[in-house]
C-alpha cells in the first residue's frame, strides 16, 4: 500500500499528512480525488446548488496587496449597482429558480452603505416572496451591522480569512488597523454568533505561501467548524503590489492542481459543509469548476452582475464570464454541470447539512 493510501484511510489527517497530500505527484493526486469523490457522494450527493452572484459594487476602502479593486488602483472605474438594477437580477435568480443569491463588494462601513443593504435586502424578500436566501459578501463590518442586516433576512456570510498566516497575512496586507487579522478573526466569530450560515476560505499559490500554510488554512476552517468554503487560486493583477513577486508563483496550472486538492482535502474533512466551485478555478482551466465539482465542491455561482458593469470588477487577470449574459451564463453552467456528471438542484436553498446540524445541536458523526 502507498503511503498516500495509508494516509487516505486515516479517521483524522494532521498537518504531517496533510502536507504529504498536498505534495503527491500526478499518479498519487487519483488516489486523493477518488476518495474525496466517494466522501461527497456519500454526504452531500450529486446536487449542485446555484447562487446567483451580484457584483455590487467595486468601491472599496481597503488596499489588499492582491487585490485588482483596492483602493488605490486609480485606473479602475468605480461603480455601485442601482437599487432596480440589484432587484432585478434578484428577480431573474428567482425566476430561474436559482433559490439564492449572493451580494458582494468592496468594502465599506459607512452609514448610508449599512442602510442601503439593510434596505435592499427587505426590498429583495419583498420581490421575492421570501423565496430567496441571501449570502452577504461585503467584508468587515461591526457586529450592530451583521446584526441588522441578519434581521433584515441575510442567511449567509461569506468573509474568507484569506490566509491563516498572521505572518503571511500581515505581507498580504498594508500594516495598519484596517487590515488587521485579529480583527477579520473576530469578525468571523461574531458572523457565527449571529447565527449566519458562516463561509470562509483561502487563496491558493501565494507567494510566500507554503503547503505547511495551506495544511494549516485546512485545519483553521476544520476548527472554525465552518458551514461553507469558497476557495480558489491566486491570480496576479498587473496593478496590484503583489504583481511585483509574480516570478515566485508556481505556473497556474499547479496552482489550479493545488486549488483542486485543496477542495478534495477539505471535503474529506469536512464531509457535510458546501464548497463553492470558485470562478477563478475556471479561469485557468476552461473546465476548472466541473473538475472542483467532481472532487468536492457543491455549490457553484453564475454571475448575474449586469454586463456592462463586469469589466470593472476584475480583481485578477482573465477573470472569465466578463462578456456573457446571465442568461448564457445559465445555459452554460447548465450543460458544463451535466457534463461533469451532476444534477442542478433547481428551486432548493441548499443550506449546508453541517448548519442545519449545528443549529438543531446535533453531533457530527462519521
Ligand atoms: N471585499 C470583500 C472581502 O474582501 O471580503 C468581498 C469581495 S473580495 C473581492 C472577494 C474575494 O476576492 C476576496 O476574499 C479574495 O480572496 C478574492 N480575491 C481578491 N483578489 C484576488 C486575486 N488576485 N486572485 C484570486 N482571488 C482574489
Ligand atoms: Fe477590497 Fe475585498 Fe479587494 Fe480587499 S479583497 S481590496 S477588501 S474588494
Same mark, same amino acid.
Given at each position: 500500500m502507498?503511503?498516500?493510501?495509508k494516509?487516505l484511510?486515516?479517521?483524522?489527517f494532521d498537518?504531517?499528512?496533510?502536507?504529504?497530500?498536498?505534495n503527491?505527484d500526478?499518479?498519487?493526486?487519483?488516489?486523493l480525488?477518488?476518495?474525496?469523490?466517494?466522501v461527497?457522494?456519500?454526504f452531500v450527493?450529486?446536487?449542485v446548488?446555484?447562487?446567483g452572484?451580484i457584483?455590487f459594487s467595486?468601491?472599496?476602502?481597503k488596499?489588499?496587496?492582491?487585490?485588482? &479593486?483596492r483602493? +488605490?488602483?486609480?485606473k479602475?472605474?468605480?461603480? #455601485? /449597482?442601482t =437599487?432596480d438594477?440589484?432587484l432585478?437580477a434578484a428577480?431573474?435568480?428567482?425566476q430561474?429558480?436559482f433559490?439564492?443569491i449572493?451580494?458582494q463588494?468592496?468594502?465599506?462601513?459607512?452609514?448610508?452603505f449599512?442602510a442601503r443593504?439593510?434596505?435592499?435586502?427587505?426590498?429583495?424578500?419583498e420581490?421575492?416572496r421570501h423565496?430567496?436566501h441571501?449570502?452577504?459578501?461585503?467584508?468587515?463590518q461591526s457586529?450592530?451591522t451583521?446584526?441588522?442586516?441578519?434581521?433584515?433576512?441575510?442567511?449567509?456570510?461569506?468573509l474568507?480569512?484569506e490566509?491563516s498566516?498572521p505572518?503571511?497575512?500581515k505581507k498580504l496586507?498594508p500594516d495598519?488597523?484596517?487590515?488587521?487579522?485579529n480583527?477579520?478573526l473576530?469578525?468571523l466569530?461574531t458572523l457565527k454568533?449571529?447565527g449566519y450560515?458562516l463561509g470562509?476560505g &483561502?487563496?491558493? +499559490?501565494l507567494?510566500?505561501?507554503?503547503p505547511g #500554510? /495551506?495544511a =494549516?488554512?485546512?485545519?483553521?476552517?476544520q476548527?472554525?467548524?465552518?458551514?461553507?468554503?469558497?476557495?480558489?487560486?491566486?491570480i496576479?493583477?498587473?496593478d496590484?503590489p503583489?504583481?511585483?513577486?509574480?516570478?515566485?508563483?508556481?505556473p497556474?496550472?499547479d496552482?489550479?492542481y493545488?486549488?483542486l486538492k485543496?477542495?478534495?482535502?477539505?471535503?474529506i474533512?469536512?464531509?457535510?459543509?458546501n464548497i463553492?466551485?470558485?470562478t477563478?478555478?475556471?479561469s485557468?482551466?476552461?473546465q476548472g469548476?466541473?473538475?472542483?465539482i467532481?472532487?468536492?465542491?457543491n455549490?457553484i455561482?453564475?454571475?448575474?452582475t449586469?454586463?456592462k458593469y463586469?469589466?470593472n470588477y476584475l480583481?485578477?487577470?482573465d477573470k472569465?464570464c466578463i462578456?456573457?449574459e446571465?442568461e448564457q451564463?445559465?445555459?452554460?453552467?447548465?450543460a458544463r454541470?451535466?457534463?461533469?456528471?451532476a444534477e442542478i438542484?433547481?428551486?432548493?436553498w441548499g443550506?449546508s447539512?453541517?448548519?442545519q446540524?449545528?443549529?438543531a445541536?446535533v453531533?457530527e458523526t462519521?
Amino acid at each position: 500500500m502507498s503511503q498516500t493510501e495509508k494516509i487516505l484511510r486515516k479517521e483524522q489527517f494532521d498537518r504531517d499528512d496533510l502536507v504529504k497530500l498536498l505534495n503527491t505527484d500526478q499518479q498519487e493526486r487519483l488516489l486523493l480525488f477518488k476518495k474525496s469523490e466517494e466522501v461527497k457522494q456519500s454526504f452531500v450527493g450529486n446536487k449542485v446548488y446555484f447562487r446567483g452572484l451580484i457584483e455590487f459594487s467595486n468601491r472599496c476602502t481597503k488596499n489588499c496587496m492582491y487585490c485588482g &479593486v483596492r483602493a +488605490g488602483n486609480t485606473k479602475v472605474i468605480r461603480y #455601485d /449597482l442601482t =437599487d432596480d438594477e440589484v432587484l432585478e437580477a434578484a428577480r431573474f435568480a428567482h425566476q430561474q429558480r436559482f433559490a439564492s443569491i449572493v451580494i458582494q463588494s468592496g468594502e465599506k462601513s459607512t452609514a448610508s452603505f449599512t442602510a442601503r443593504i439593510e434596505t435592499l435586502l427587505k426590498k429583495i424578500h419583498e420581490a421575492t416572496r421570501h423565496e430567496l436566501h441571501v449570502t452577504l459578501s461585503l467584508g468587515e463590518q461591526s457586529e450592530s451591522t451583521y446584526r441588522r442586516w441578519r434581521e433584515a433576512g441575510a442567511q449567509r456570510y461569506l468573509l474568507r480569512i484569506e490566509v491563516s498566516n498572521p505572518e503571511l497575512y500581515k505581507k498580504l496586507h498594508p500594516d495598519n488597523g484596517k487590515h488587521d487579522y485579529n480583527r477579520r478573526l473576530e469578525a468571523l466569530h461574531t458572523l457565527k454568533s449571529l447565527g449566519y450560515q458562516l463561509g470562509t476560505g &483561502v487563496m491558493i +499559490g501565494l507567494p510566500f505561501q507554503s503547503p505547511g #500554510d /495551506l495544511a =494549516d488554512d485546512l485545519l483553521f476552517m476544520q476548527a472554525l467548524d465552518i458551514d461553507m468554503a469558497g476557495m480558489g487560486p491566486y491570480i496576479e493583477h498587473h496593478d496590484t503590489p503583489l504583481y511585483r513577486y509574480r516570478d515566485l508563483l508556481l505556473p497556474r496550472k499547479d496552482r489550479f492542481y493545488l486549488s483542486l486538492k485543496m477542495v478534495a482535502l477539505l471535503r474529506i474533512m469536512m464531509k457535510n459543509i458546501n464548497i463553492a466551485a470558485t470562478t477563478a478555478m475556471q479561469s485557468i482551466d476552461p473546465q476548472g469548476r466541473e473538475k472542483a465539482i467532481k472532487v468536492g465542491a457543491n455549490v457553484i455561482m453564475p454571475n448575474l452582475t449586469p454586463l456592462k458593469y463586469r469589466e470593472n470588477y476584475l480583481l485578477y487577470q482573465d477573470k472569465p464570464c466578463i462578456d456573457e449574459e446571465a442568461e448564457q451564463c445559465r445555459g452554460c453552467l447548465e450543460a458544463r454541470i451535466h457534463m461533469a456528471g451532476a444534477e442542478i438542484a433547481w428551486g432548493e436553498w441548499g443550506d449546508s447539512d453541517h448548519y442545519q446540524k449545528r443549529q438543531a445541536g446535533v453531533p457530527e458523526t462519521d
